[in-house]
């Protein structure tokens, strides 16, 4: 019977798939870290600028203990192919800010300060999901729950920050702009992760030596997903509420 929790303890029992399912994380907590860092450096106001820097600090440290669970079972981490690369693609398609102008010295506009909050948004609604659906599917998993365990909660924090700031934002009278923007960033969003999505069960495939009618039933699974969340679900992730943690990163 194939279910989420038995693709993952298959991934989990193989060195190549657990390598590449922990690398994967680990970029694209330590991509977060040092955006949010080059982001907290572009900006002006500084109560603003140690949110957003607390904010990547907690990135880099989900990245260490990604890094930090490869090393314990013995195990390098691997490049991600490009392809599969969530941070890098959603960064080609327009979303966020791109490395070019991060790594300029120019302080970030209000526009730019926006993009940065609607995409970490969005991003962070997914993470956290993503965090709990393995916390869920390793909960019996002495080495893994721990720090999945801890990063889940450090997700509520940043979620919960980039609502406030959202909402503060929109009282401000720039709830339209807010809007279209979370609209626009979240269609971008449930493409690529479709595409990673496939991407990942083809890797997963060839290296677990699944059969073609198991990885087309997956490829078919996340495609799905991609429908539904097109017409219905995409709502979730462009949602502002109130935080569930007020001031978490302040
Ligand atoms: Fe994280
Ligand atoms: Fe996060």
Redesign the pocket.
């Known amino acids: 019977m194939l279910s989420t929790k038995s693709i993952f303890r298959e991934i989990r029992q193989n060195r190549d798939a657990f390598k590449l399912l922990l690398s994967i994380a680990a970029k694209g907590e330590t991509q ?1 870290g040092w955006e949010n860092e080059r982001i907290a450096a572009l900006t002006r106001d500084p109560v603003a600028a140690r949110k957003v820097l607390r ?1 990547g600090a ?2 880099t440290k ?1 990245g260490l203990m990604f890094a930090k669970l490869l090393h314990k079972a013995r195990l390098d981490t691997v490049a991600v192919p490009m392809a599969a690369d969530y941070c890098m693609l959603l960064e080609q398609r327009g979303i966020g800010l791109p490395h070019t102008r991060l790594k300029q010295e120019e302080p970030l506009d209000k526009e730019e300060f926006l993009k940065y909050l609607v995409h970490s948004k969005v991003t ?1 609604e997914r ?1 956290s999901e993503e965090v709990n659906l393995m916390l869920k599917v390793f909960q019996d998993d002495p080495d893994l729950a721990p720090t999945l365990g801890a990063i889940a909660d ?2 509520i924090n ?1 979620v919960s920050y980039t609502h406030e700031e959202l909402l503060k934002l929109c009282a401000q009278g720039e709830q339209d702009k807010i809007n279209r923007l979370l609209k626009d960033y979240a269609m971008v969003e449930i493409r690529v992760y479709r595409q990673v999505g496939q991407v990942f069960v083809r890797n997963m495939a060839q290296m677990l030596g699944w059969s073609r009618p198991k990885q087309w039933l997956l490829e078919f699974g996340v495609f799905a997903t991609y429908l539904i969340e097109r017409a219905f679900t995409w709502r979730r992730l462009v949602a502002l509420r109130p935080p569930v943690r007020p001031n978490a990163m302040g």
């Open positions: 977060g904010h907690d990135e989900h962070e993470a450090d997700e940043h």
